[in-house]
């Protein structure tokens, strides 16, 4: 009898969480379905309070995409966001490694270094960046936008953090077996960090993904422009074209949810593993 | 004899090269441009340019167009390394900044003063920096009196006749209001620029002619304050636009739910494109009349440009009368050269034609590079003064203090 009362109390805390979290579901999904359904509405339409559009249309898709080029803009921000993602956690995961496990004289206050570089704001490079970019005669190409991001001392923290946990007899029983160094790191450091690399992956692919000022300024060409440029061009100085935005918005949020659906895998991984440890 | 061909022969391989070189530098002559219009202006300005092109055969325009919110910083950060363009299309209160920092060319020289006269004068100001002529205007524009025809009508209102002083809009707004269905007479926006036309309807102004003080905590913009504030605290009639987190004014229009708004000519056309029945009224006069202020765009030519006579023909090609009318007749814009102004009738233009008129009373803006400063010293205490936290002397007395400190570290 009291363990079905009890069974039933849990019954309903469950509806409750439940509850609880559809409500929370709601509001953090609600801006993003807005955007959808905004995205469908006719341009004087955008701000009405209907909730779903009288007569939805295909037409700010057609017009983002032929009248507009982001399907140009779109291939940039992949190719930027890509290779950037790629080489900097290739690069972060390396360092964090060698960080991480290797002695070397003034290790720890090198790493001190690089982390008190982090508290300098990031805006403040822009200008020496610029310059720099300038003097290279990388303006208007894929390479401006891509290289000064390629060091990245936050992931370099990340990596080196993780790192740190995986026990030295695994590399040690490694190397007994004969592993160098590339194996090493290949075989056993970045097996059982993947879901630290996949975060920071993740993490820096948003970051250039959304990235808009430095993309803007090292660019004097349409045809280079990313989605975010694209995106501010329908904004002019007193108003916007909300409906384009929203549209525009939709396409450009895709690969983030793609790449979020692919990468989560390794994250529960990545908790599970935890789990099994303890 | 022999020495006379070496001499003919040297000059004349002097003058080929001479020659030579004009030819290659007429070839070369290059105009990059950085401008920030909209997805309807841009068509159009690339046809002005067509059109340039197509007098001035041989040269080459590279237009590039930025977003807007990013403008600024590109040039600031392209003037660091000397990778500006020749010519830029910068908003009103930029140029001052640029001017300031002695990046824009002088086209005292360059523009004659029987073109000066052919610019609407207020626009034309909007470019002179410390006596210097900075650059020339391509668009401008002010606020006027946005009414919604439909509750006027509810409300026993002539749907023709917008208030035509401010007592007139209280008289207006209080019939127009009813809380219950969220319905109010007016929304305003808080920020300085927008709070303008209220000043300026009262006789303040902004700053001393050293441009080393403000000047709008004297009586009349602390009367002109006063009004914006009572519109809310006192007559209620005013639906809290100016909160954070109210509906804002643009969106609080086309819903219903303000019967008037202040607003500029680019927002006729999407309303338009609402189904929205309203008008355009002038600025209610205060004791000062009407007015309004100004904002718009200018053109500018930097200083390292390589083609400085080009540049400021194509300045001046794009306020020229005919470029004008076109812009006018194709953009529903306000035409920046009066010789063009014919070209709105209120027939065909009804609305712009009441911008066209408002215009007229419109006073320019100081230039002052400190301008976006002075807003965000002036707008928290304004907000201050609205949500009645402040009296409305204070907030503009602390204020004006700050400004002032501000202009004397000039």
């Known amino acids: 009898m009291s363990a079905r009362r009890h069974t039933k109390a849990r019954a309903w805390r469950r509806a409750l969480v439940y509850v609880g979290l559809t409500i929370a579901a709601i509001v953090v999904l609600f801006p993003f379905f807005w955007m959808v359904v905004t995205a469908f509405k006719e341009p004087g339409q955008a701000f009405t309070a209907e909730i779903f559009p009288s007569n939805p249309t295909f037409e700010n898709f057609r017009r983002v995409l032929t009248e507009f080029g982001f399907g140009r803009y779109f291939v940039n921000s992949v190719i930027v966001a890509t290779t950037a993602a790629f080489f900097a956690t290739l690069f972060a995961s390396l360092a964090g490694y060698v960080f991480a496990k290797k002695d070397f004289i003034g290790r720890d206050k090198l790493f001190g270094f690089l982390l008190a570089s982090l508290m300098i704001p990031g805006m403040m490079y822009v200008v020496p960046q610029f310059a720099i970019i300038n003097k290279f005669g990388w303006m208007n190409s894929y390479r401006a936008m891509i290289v000064p991001h390629l060091a990245n001392v936050f992931g370099l923290f990340l990596m080196r953090q993780y790192m740190t946990t995986i026990p030295n007899e695994l590399l040690d029983s490694a190397r007994i077996d004969g592993a160098g160094e590339w194996q090493v790191f290949r075989t056993i450091m970045v097996p059982l960090s993947i879901p630290i690399i996949a975060t920071l992956f993740l993490l820096t692919f948003q970051f250039h993904w959304n990235n808009f000022l430095w993309q803007l300024i090292v660019v004097n060409i349409e045809r280079l422009y990313t989605v975010p440029v694209g995106l501010a061009l329908f904004r002019s100085q007193h108003e916007a074209s909300y409906t384009l935005i929203m549209a525009g918005s939709c396409i450009s949020v895709l690969p983030i949810v793609a790449i979020f659906f692919f990468a989560q895998r390794y994250f529960i991984e990545g908790m599970t593993m935890g789990a099994l440890k303890g | ?154 409300a026993g209102l002539d749907p023709d006749r917008p208030p035509a002083t401010w007592d007139e809009l ?30 300026y309807t009262h006789g303040a102004t902004f700053l001393s002619d050293d441009g080393l003080h403000c000047l709008l905590n004297g009586p009349e913009g602390v009367a002109a304050f006063q009004l914006k504030v009572d519109l809310y605290e006192r007559h209620r009639i005013e639906g809290g636009a100016w909160r954070s987190g109210g509906i804002q004014n643009d969106l609080g229009f086309q819903n219903g739910r303000y019967a008037m708004i202040m607003n500029g000519p680019w927002a006729v056309e999407s309303l338009k494109k609402t189904g929205l029945d309203f008008g355009v009224g002038l600025i209610p006069e205060g004791p000062a009349g009407t007015a309004t202020n100004v904002g718009g765009n200018n053109l500018v030519v930097f200083r390292s440009s390589k083609r400085p006579e080009l540049a400021a023909e194509f300045l001046m090609f794009v306020a020229g009368e005919d470029i004008q009318r076109m812009w006018a007749a194709s953009l529903g814009q306000i035409p920046v050269n009066v010789k063009a102004m014919d070209a709105i009738t209120s027939d065909e233009h009804p609305y712009l034609a009441v911008f066209v008129e408002q215009m007229g009373t419109a006073i320019a803006r100081p230039q002052t590079p400190y301008y976006p400063e002075i807003e965000n010293i002036m707008n928290p205490e304004m907000q201050a003064a609205l949500d009645n936290t402040k009296s409305v002397k204070d907030a503009l007395d602390t204020a004006v203090a700050e400004i002032d400190k501000l202009l004397a570290g000039e």
């Open chain 2, 1 to 154: 004899m022999r020495r006379t061909i070496i001499w003919v022969v040297a000059a004349a391989l002097c003058a080929l090269v001479a020659l030579g070189g004009c030819g290659k530098k007429e070839e070369a002559a290059t105009l990059t441009i950085w401008q920030t219009y909209n997805d309807e202006e841009h068509p159009v300005f690339k046809e002005i340019v067509r059109q340039f092109k197509e007098a001035h055969p041989g040269i080459t325009i590279d237009i590039v167009r930025l977003p807007f919110a990013g403008a600024e910083p590109k040039i600031q950060t392209a003037l660091t390394t000397r990778t500006e363009p020749d010519i830029a299309r910068v908003d009103v209160s930029f140029l001052a900044k640029l001017a300031s920092k002695n990046a824009l060319l002088s086209l005292e020289e360059l523009v004659p003063a029987a073109f000066r006269d052919e610019i609407l004068p207020v626009a034309l100001q909007s470019c002179v920096y410390r006596g210097t002529l900075s650059g020339l205007p391509d668009q401008t524009n002010g606020l006027c009196l946005f009414y919604n025809r439909e509750l006027f009508r509810q």
């Open chain 2, 170 to 199: 209280i008289a207006y707004g209080k019939k127009l209001t009813d809380e219950e269905k969220g319905v109010f007479g007016i929304g305003v926006r808080n920020s300085l620029w927008w709070s303008l036309p209220f000043f």
